[in-house]
């Protein structure tokens, strides 16, 4: 394995029935390759054994392995030539004609994160305004907030003389009303012509 490259852990069991300490795995992984690693273990209980007869064992260790694919096989015993495949485990056939068990180490892609691409006000078409009065305010949606000097604009009018001038002319003019005292010198002056006349018809 070369420096610095990337290692994943990786752990490699061995459960064989009548299989006893010591157990030695090799492969091509390890370093040197084919170099035999002794394995640890527990003991387990499997349904149907009897107390007396020998205890049942789990093997395991952990390495850590570069991404590709490798063979590795077991050895049992501290000595001898006894190497066995593990059964659970895929086989495969070496140029050799030996019979190994193969590993695979392989990084899962990842998926790709869904993006949104930014939304863009441009082909949006503008909302309806209606029109407004001088000195009302408008609310504008989040999107057409720009600074407050560009809001100001939007929603005020500079007074200007000319247009106030302009406003006050295009005002229709009351006429005043008149005073009270005049109102009431005509409804006497009209009694009084009521009284004259009535005067005169006694007379005649």
């Known amino acids: 394995?070369?420096?610095?490259?990337?290692?994943?852990?990786?752990?490699?069991?061995?459960?064989s029935p009548g299989a006893c300490p010591p157990?030695?795995?090799?492969?091509?992984?390890t370093v040197p390759e084919w170099q035999p690693h002794e394995l640890e273990y527990s003991i387990v209980r499997r349904?149907?054994?009897?107390?007396?007869?020998?205890?049942?064992?789990?093997?395991?260790?952990?390495?850590?392995?570069?991404e590709g694919t490798?063979?590795?096989?077991?050895?049992l015993g501290h000595k001898g030539d006894w190497w066995v495949c593990n059964r659970n485990e895929e086989i495969v056939t070496d140029a050799l004609g030996n019979h190994n068990n193969r590993l695979v180490v392989a990084v899962a892609p990842q998926e790709p994160v869904a993006t949104t691409p930014n939304a863009s006000h441009e082909d949006e078409e503008p909302l309806p305004s209606k029109p407004q009065e001088d000195g009302?305010?408008?609310?504008?949606?989040?999107?057409?907030?720009g600074s407050v000097d560009s809001l100001c604009r939007r929603t005020?009018?500079?007074?200007?003389?000319?247009?106030?001038?302009?406003?006050?002319s295009k005002e229709p003019s009351a006429s005043p009303s008149p005073p009270a005292q005049t109102v009431l010198q005509r409804i006497?002056?009209?009694?009084k012509s009521i009284?004259?006349?009535?005067?005169?018809r006694k007379a005649a």
């Open 23 to 29: 157990v030695y795995v090799a492969g091509s992984f």
């Open 188 to 191: 006497l002056q009209y009694l």
């Open 156 to 168: 005020t009018r500079p007074y200007s003389p000319s247009i106030a001038s302009s406003t006050e």
């Open 195 to 200: 009284l004259m006349l009535l005067f005169h």
């Open 136 to 145: 009302e305010s408008v609310v504008l949606p989040p999107e057409q907030h």
């Open 70 to 75: 490798f063979q590795y096989k077991f050895r």
């Open 47 to 66: 349904e149907g054994d009897d107390t007396h007869d020998k205890p049942s064992y789990t093997f395991f260790r952990t390495f850590n392995i570069p």
């Open 1 to 15: 394995m070369a420096g610095g490259e990337a290692t994943f852990p990786v752990t490699i069991t061995f459960d």
